[in-house]
């Protein structure tokens, strides 16, 4: 759970920082996403770094969800009984939303593949270019789809603000005098990376990027 | 003080259990929760009802025989045992709901009182030393980094009362287990044991049906004894390098 978090933490990263791009301009866009097929190349084949990328995006989803498969089950067998009175003590909101709001982000993840990757799903019309693509589907008529890719980000970012503290404390990290670091990281790039998902198609709903 | 008590009564394993719901007047807020528990009891028995069933022992906070969940939280609104909370905590006409640990590793055997034997079978396992340590020997004999010696004593003030469990949404009892685990693992006795007993007590503790740690930290938010977050992540270090060993 912990190592494919971390894996899916760090390609959430580079995934922002390709998607801001598109305040350089659609050719800066377009470019960076045909150099990630050229990524490698001669050294691998065309796309060889993608697929190799998309190998290992998929194996670490499958292998998270099958670990929060296991994890949720032995939750609910360990206590079939539940309390009439329940009081939060100190937890955090974002490790409520982490199983939920998970499944929300899976079913995303799937839809966000659909319409932006393979552009089955296209409102506003298909296109070759990602830029094209990105700035048709978040038009203001969309509104509704804006809404949805926004509420994603934000389970998102509740996500890996349980997930990156808890990842740490698997992986041995957390010592008594290194929790308020950790968790300051944690809300740091929680914040940093919905934001940096939320700028590209917010501005093109509002007009700031288009065509 | 006059208060309404919601407590959970059950047969027994088998009964589905409910709340019922008692008045108890001329309370004093210097009593303790348990004493309170008492003079409901005395009151029951005198209208020829059966008593409330709780756990309790030394009804000075060391024993962690006592240990009930209040309002939500386990041990109640303060950090401390059941024994060691006073009713001054509570308002004159509070509605105050008492239930009992609640988890299949600790089923209930009546009313309020658990079975917590899923403990011991986890310090079976491999929460014990094997080293022969005779009478106290001299306290320079054997060299112990201050910072160690005090993480140790940290860990082993756990009285194994149960409350990580009962206030953890997945009913993990990692934290217990973290705390023996970190607790022996820190002292130079607890080496020779030390790669397979986090093995070997992790497997009991999923044998007993505890759930996973999701690192959530309500455990050692209401630990009466202030068992620390982080015995969990000394705990994950010593399991992989148990596993990375090939203990296991």
Redesign the interface.
């Known amino acids: 759970m912990a190592v494919t978090g971390t894996i899916l933490v760090l390609y959430l990263i580079a995934h922002m920082y390709g998607n801001l791009k598109v305040f350089s301009g659609q050719a800066a866009f377009d470019g960076y996403a045909h150099g990630l097929r050229e990524l490698g190349y001669p050294i691998l084949p065309e796309s060889g770094f993608l697929w190799i990328a998309r190998i290992v995006l998929l194996a670490s989803v499958l292998i998270h969800i099958y670990a929060v498969v296991?994890?949720w089950r032995?939750?609910g067998?360990?206590?079939?009984?539940?309390?009439?009175?329940?009081?939060?003590?100190?937890?955090t909101y974002a490790?409520y939303t982490?199983r939920y709001g998970g499944v929300l982000i899976a079913l995303f993840v799937v839809f966000h593949i659909l319409h932006l990757t393979v552009n089955v799903i296209a409102p506003g019309g298909a296109s070759d270019s990602p830029y094209e693509r990105l700035v048709n589907g978040f038009q203001p008529e969309f509104w509704y789809i804006t809404l949805f890719y926004v509420a994603a980000v934000i389970a998102v970012g509740f996500h890996l603000r349980?997930g990156i503290?808890?990842a740490m404390?698997?992986?041995?990290?957390?010592?008594?005098s290194r929790?308020g670091k950790i968790n300051a990281v944690a809300v740091a790039i929680s914040l940093i990376v919905t934001i940096g998902f939320l700028l590209p198609p917010l501005a093109v709903t509002f007009g700031l990027v288009s065509k | 003080m006059n208060i309404s008590l919601r407590v959970w009564r059950q047969k027994g394993r088998d009964d589905q259990g409910r709340l019922v719901t008692y008045k108890l007047t001329d309370v004093s807020p210097d009593m303790s929760f348990l004493e309170m528990l008492d003079v409901l009891n005395e009151k029951l028995t005198l209208e020829n009802e059966d008593p409330v069933a709780f756990d309790h022992d030394c009804r000075e906070g060391i024993c962690g025989a006592c240990g009930v969940v209040i309002d939500g939280e386990a041990h109640g609104p303060e950090v401390t045992t059941t024994c060691q909370l006073h009713m001054r905590s509570f308002k004159d006409g509070d509605t105050i709901t008492v239930e009992p640990w609640r988890a299949k590793a600790f089923p209930v055997i009546k009313d309020l009182v658990v079975d917590r034997g899923a403990f011991d079978r986890i310090i079976q396992a491999g929460g014990y030393i094997s080293a022969p340590t005779g009478t106290a020997p001299d306290a320079h004999a054997n060299p112990i980094p201050k910072p160690d010696a005090d993480r140790a004593f940290d860990a082993a003030t756990c009285i194994g009362c149960g409350a990580c469990v009962a206030a953890c949404p997945n009913a993990s009892g990692m934290l217990f287990t973290a705390a023996k685990v970190t607790h022996l693992g820190m002292l130079p006795q607890g080496q020779p044991e030390r790669a397979s007993r986090v093995v070997n007590m992790i497997s009991q503790h999923d044998e007993e049906d505890f759930g996973g740690c999701t690192n959530i930290g309500e455990c050692a938010a209401v630990c009466p004894k202030g068992i620390p977050l982080d015995t969990i992540s000394q705990l994950n270090r010593d399991l992989l390098g148990s596993l990375a060993k090939g203990v296991g």
């Not at chain 1, 206590?79 to 100190?90: A, G, M, P, S, T």
């Not at chain 1, 404390?169 to 008594?176: P, R, S």
């Open positions: 296991i994890l032995r939750a067998r360990a206590r079939q009984n539940r309390y009439q009175v329940k009081k939060r003590v100190q937890r490790s982490m349980h503290w808890s404390a698997t992986l041995g990290a957390n010592k008594e929790q």
